[in-house]
C-alpha cells in the first residue's frame, strides 16, 4: 500500500460545478500538506498549503486536513474550465521530501 | 531569475549513453529537491540537498545515478548507461529552510528525458 492514495480520475464537470478531491495517507508522521496544480508539460505549482486540521480558503479553493481520520480535501467552488489540470495532493514532514498521491485529472467542460 | 529554472527542456539520448540535467533553484534557497515523474504518476522523491550536501539520497533507484551541488546552488542530476526505464521528467524543487520545517517548495518545469 502506497503512503498516499488520491481517487483516481479522470473527472470531467460542467462549468459552475463544485469539484472534490481527496487524498487519505497512512504516514501519521506527515505534518504539512499541499496541493499542487499541474498544466501538461509544466512543473506543479503549489496552489494550497495546510498545516493544521480544520479548512484553509483561498478565494474559490477550500483545503481541508483530518489528521485522525489521515484524510485531505481540496474543494473547487464555481469552478472553470482554466481549472482544467492534474491536481496532486502531497505532504511531508519537517524539512523533507514530499511524498505525492498519483494525481487526478480534471476537466471543467464549458 | 523569479523561479527555478532547469535546462534543457527536453533531451533525447540512445540507450547506455551519459546525461547530465541541470537545476538553477530560487535564488537563498538552501534546500533542492530532485524528483521523478513518470506518465500518468505523481513526482517520486530522487535526493535532496542542504546546501552542499546530499542530506536524503534514499529515493535514487540505483548506482547509476548521482548528484551534485558542489557551490550550494545550482545542481547537476548525473545519469550513467541510460536505460529505457530512466525515460520520465524530472523536476527539480528549491525551498528556504528553518527550524520550523514549514517553508514550502518550488518546482521548476522539468526536464523530459527520452531514451531511444
Known amino acids: 500500500q502506497k503512503e498516499v492514495e488520491q481517487d483516481p480520475g479522470p473527472l470531467s464537470v460542467p462549468e459552475g460545478a463544485i469539484v472534490s478531491l481527496n487524498c487519505t495517507y497512512s504516514n501519521s508522521a506527515f505534518q504539512y500538506f499541499m496541493w499542487y496544480r499541474q498544466y501538461s508539460r509544466k512543473g506543479p505549482e503549489l496552489l494550497m498549503y495546510?498545516?493544521?486540521?480544520g479548512n484553509k480558503e483561498d478565494g474559490r479553493f477550500t483545503a481541508q486536513v483530518d489528521k485522525s481520520s489521515k484524510y485531505i480535501s481540496l474543494f473547487i467552488r464555481d469552478s472553470q474550465p482554466s481549472d482544467s489540470a492534474t491536481y496532486l495532493c502531497a505532504m511531508r514532514k519537517a524539512n523533507s521530501k514530499l511524498t505525492f498521491g498519483k494525481g487526478i485529472t480534471l476537466s471543467v467542460r464549458p | 531569475g523569479a523561479g527555478v529554472s532547469q535546462t534543457p527542456s527536453n533531451k533525447v539520448t540512445e540507450k547506455g549513453k551519459y546525461v547530465e540535467l541541470r537545476c538553477d533553484p530560487i535564488s537563498g534557497h538552501t534546500a533542492l529537491y530532485w524528483y521523478r515523474q513518470s506518465l500518468g504518476q505523481g513526482p517520486e522523491f530522487l535526493i535532496y540537498?542542504?546546501?552542499?550536501?546530499?542530506?536524503?539520497d534514499s529515493g535514487l533507484p540505483n548506482d547509476r545515478f548521482f548528484a551534485v551541488r558542489p557551490e550550494g546552488s545550482v545542481s547537476t542530476l548525473k545519469i550513467q548507461r541510460t536505460e529505457r526505464g530512466d525515460s520520465a521528467v524530472y523536476l527539480c524543487?528549491?525551498?528556504?529552510?528553518?527550524?520550523?520545517?514549514?517553508?514550502?517548495?518550488?518546482f521548476g518545469p522539468g526536464t523530459r528525458l527520452t531514451v531511444t
Open positions: 495546510t498545516y493544521s486540521s
Open positions: 540537498f542542504q546546501g552542499t550536501g546530499a542530506a536524503d
Open positions: 524543487a528549491s525551498s528556504l529552510t528553518g527550524l520550523a520545517g514549514a517553508y514550502e517548495q518550488y
